[in-house]
Nanobody
Framework: QVQLVESGGGLVQPGGSLRLSCQASGKIVKIDVMAWYRQAAGKQREFVASIDDVRADYRDSLKGRFTISKDDAENTVHLQMSSLVPEDTALYSC??????????????WGQGTQVTVSS
């Protein structure tokens, strides 16, 4: 009942930047938290960053290069990625925990957007 659509992925050279976006839709009353995860081929999915109304959190190794932000009016979360390296190559997925008008809390995932860092 909460749908997520990611965008902004693509092919970028090492040292470059990308900005990912994820927009949530549905009969949303309140989004509690929005987060980004990534999964490289053959590896486990790992936490990237999250944001709520209180704070933003990052995977330690990414802090300083990645910045998460949100636009409450648009139910959208962004991930600004800088100084990209090949190890950042992965499918980046958006995760949202949101309360809807039916009184339920949903934990939803988007389909993901591919980021490939290569020269």
């Amino acid at each position: 009942q909460v749908q997520l659509v990611e965008s902004g992925g693509g092919l970028v050279q090492p040292g470059g930047s990308l900005r990912l976006s994820c927009q949530a839709s549905g009969k949303i009353v309140k989004i509690d938290v929005m987060a980004w995860y990534r999964q490289a081929a053959g590896k486990q999915r790992e936490f990237v960053a999250s944001i709520d109304d209180v704070r933003a959190d990052y995977r330690d190794s990414l802090k300083g290069r990645f910045t998460i932000s949100k636009d409450d009016a648009e139910n959208t979360v962004h991930l600004q990625m800088s100084s990209l390296v090949p190890e950042d190559t992965a499918l980046y997925s958006c995760n949202v925990r949101a309360r809807t008008e039916d009184g339920w809390t949903y934990n939803s995932w988007g389909q993901g957007t591919q980021v490939t860092v290569s020269s």
